[in-house]
Structures are given as C-alpha cells and as structure tokens.
C-alpha cells in the first residue's frame, strides 16, 4: 500500500526554552523547567525520526504531557486554573495553512496542538508501515491499530480540551471542528480499508465485504462533505483523495453486491450492479488522474498505480462477463435499467476510534515546586507576546520512497 493514503504535513512549531529565570526560584522548579524544555525537543525530534516505534512515541509523550500538565491543572483537583498556564506562549503552524504560526500564551494550546501532531505521528507510521512491501500479518494489525489511536486522540482533543480554548479557534484552522471531524472519519475510514483488505485475502462471504466496502465509501464521503467549506486552495487536494477513494469503495460495494446477487439468482441485478460497480471505477481513476495534478499541502497517493486498485478493475471486468455469460445460458433475465439500491449494513468488522487520555500529572509536580514559582518576578516588558507574523520552519519529515508493489495483500 506505498502511497496508498494521502498526508498532510505535521505542524511546525517555535522552540521553547521555558526559561523562567527569577520565577523559578527553587532547584525543583528549574529542573521541572529543564525536563519540560529537554522532552518537548526530543518529542518534535521523534516526529522526523523515521526508526521511531509507537511504544518510543507513547514513552516521550507520556513524559511531557504528564510534565506539561503542571501548567494546567489544579494540585488540589479543584476548579481552579492553574496559576502558570499563561504564563508561556507556544507557536504553532496548521497543517493546511503554510508557515505562518498561529500564537497564543496559553498551555492548552500546546497541549492540544502538540496531541494533533502526535495523531499526525500515528498516521504517518501506519502509511509507511503499509508501504513495505512484504507486510506482516502482525505489521498489518499495527497499522489498524494506530489509525485507529490516532482517530481517539483526534476525538478526545475535539471534545475534552480544545472547549478550553480562550481564543476561539479561527475558521479554516487545524483545530476547527470541520478539520477534526474529517481527520477522525479518514483514519477510522482508512483502518476499515485494512478490514476489507484483511477479508478479501481470506475469502470472506461476499455480503459482508459489499457492506464493508459500502461503510467505508460512506465514510469518505462524509469526510469529503465535512471540508466543502473549506478554501479550495487548502483543502482541494484532500478532498480530491476522499472523493477518489469514495468512489473506489463504492465500486467495491457495488462489485461484491454483484456477486451476493449472482448466487440469490438474480442474474439480471448482480449484471446491473456490476455494470454500476464499472462506472465508479472509471470515475476513481479519472479522480487519481486529477489529483495527482490538483496543488496543495501533503504527499501525493498514487492509488491507481497499485496492483490492490488494478486488481478490483480486473475482478469488476471478469465478474461482469461471467454473469453475462451465466445470464445467456441459463438464467434470460431483464437487466434492470435503475441500479439497485445499497442499503447495506456491516454487522462486523467496523473500525470505532481507541480512546484516549492524557497521562497523570507528573510526581515532579508538588504543592511545594508549584509555590516555588513566583509570578511577582516576571519581567516587567514582557517579551514573549504573540509575534504572528513570524515565520516558524517546517518540520523534515522522513522521505518515504516508493517501492516496488509485490501485489502482497494485508493478510
């Protein structure tokens, strides 16, 4: 599956030094500081760094979020806002939206920002780990599960913490419902792919991979619907990839409902259903075509080049003749001139997001380090207010290149 899933780039981020000298003002403090500096940088390290594994990102997330944490919760588990989370001010670029950052001195917005980077982290290891070209039955639930984490860190960020947002999150931006929607519904949309991939391989019944592909096709469909609002100049080139793989899917559906007819004998539907099954396929590969030529952020799929896409055509060509052939021999059935209605439910295999938590505070956040830090003795010109216009680099995201495709499924 190289190139099989479109990306977005991951977001950049300014460096923070969280040097507060004079305000932490005991040797617990400072290393609280130092320990939050040195596991900020080795996370946005990790990002980039193409050996690293899911337990190695789960080990420095846990680090700083439980570090980062002191800076937003209460010590006394009451209502009450933590006296530090203002007291730093975090940069951070979208996704969609080039190099300008977007700045707000609020540790919520790192804390959110940097959990939609970790999700991003997620979906890049299971599409690179679905480039290889002998995968693993193992490897392959790896990829289902980690886009199935990275859709529970997508969910939970949505609904527990970007609410707690002072600023309000600006329209077209990362954060937005719109953009965390579609990211949830495309990677529950793109484990079911490994579902369906998973069941082919192992001949499942017919009817259930019709409902799959149809559930799935659906999914895309919504994800694409989620983001028409969007700037066409930001959002094009997704969008073109969930309408691609909308019509892939319903092509699928449409194939394997065929089949399901064929041995109902009903001849003349399953034909009909096929011939249906013909026309999403050629509208997929007139939308790769499209998108590969459509500008804007992220890596570019390369779907119809991949034999797992050439494969559905020649089933598509040889199914259809085949129930062509049985329909002039034995069964002389109308072909129906609608096509029929899918109305298909999949009783299994259905992907729902892992649910997520961020970790405890760390045991290096006491009543004691907290009082150490001494607000009185803040600069009086306060030079770490928001500079918007500054531009932030992007992160070097490991190059992945395509191999060669074996025609190995996931199995």
């Known amino acids: 599956m190289t190139h099989w899933f479109h ?21 617990a403090a400072t290393k609280v500081c130092n320990d939050l500096r040195l596991s900020r940088a080795r996370l946005l390290e990790l990002f980039t760094d193409s050996s690293c594994n899911p337990e190695m990102m789960k080990n420095a997330t846990d680090l700083y979020f439980s570090l980062l944490q002191g800076f937003i919760l209460s010590l006394d588990d009451s209502s009450q806002e933590c006296k530090l989370r203002y007291i730093q001010n975090f ?6 939206q080039g190099q300008v950052p977007n700045a707000q001195q609020d540790a919520v917005f790192e804390l959110v920002s940097m959990g939609f980077n970790v999700a991003l982290w997620y979906t890049k290891y299971a599409s690179r780990l679905a480039g290889k070209e002998d995968i693993t039955e193992d490897e392959a639930k790896d990829v289902h599960r980690s886009l ?47 579902t369906i991939a998973r069941a082919i391989e ?16 659906n999914f895309y469909q919504k994800a694409d619907q989620t983001l028409s609002s969007l700037d ?16 892939f ?19 003349g539907e399953a034909i009909r259903s096929l011939q249906e099954s013909e026309k999403f396929f050629a509208k997929a590969e007139a939308l790769c075509k499209e998108y590969g030529e459509t500008k804007g952020p992220g890596t570019t799929a390369k779907p119809s080049g991949h034999l797992f896409f050439r494969k559905l055509g020649s089933l598509i060509k040889n199914t259809l003749e085949k129930c062509q052939r049985e329909n ?84």
């Open 91 to 96: 940069k951070w670029t979208d996704t969609l």
């Open 328 to 411: 002039g021999f034995i069964y002389f059935q109308k072909v129906p001139a609608e096509a029929p209605q899918l109305e298909l439910k999949a009783n299994y295999g259905l992907v729902e997001p892992v649910p997520f938590e961020f970790p405890a505070l760390n045991a290096h956040w006491t009543p004691e380090t907290l009082a150490a830090f001494d607000l009185t003795k803040r600069p009086k010109d306060d030079t770490s207010k928001p500079k918007p216009d500054e531009e932030v680099k992007p992160l070097k995201e490991p190059d992945i290149k395509p191999q060669k495709d074996s025609g190995c499924q996931i199995s």
């Open 7 to 27: 990306r977005n780039p991951l977001k950049a981020t300014a460096p923070v030094s969280f040097n507060f000298y004079g305000v932490a003002t005991t040797p």
């Open 148 to 194: 199935k984490i990275a859709a529970g860190i997508f969910k939970h960020l949505k609904e527990s913490h970007i609410p707690k947002l002072i600023t309000p999150v600006e329209r077209g931006r990362d954060l937005e419902a719109r953009l965390m929607d579609s990211y949830i519904i495309q990677c529950q949309a793109e484990a079911q792919e490994v």
């Open 232 to 247: 066409p100049t930001y959002a094009g080139k997704w969008r073109k990839y969930l309408n691609l793989k909308n019509c």
């Open 202 to 217: 192992l001949k499942h019944n017919p009817g259930l991979i019709a409902a799959l592909a149809y559930e799935t096709a």
């Open 249 to 267: 899917y319903m092509a699928y559906a449409y194939c394997y409902h065929g089949q399901t007819l064929l041995a109902s004998d009903k001849c």
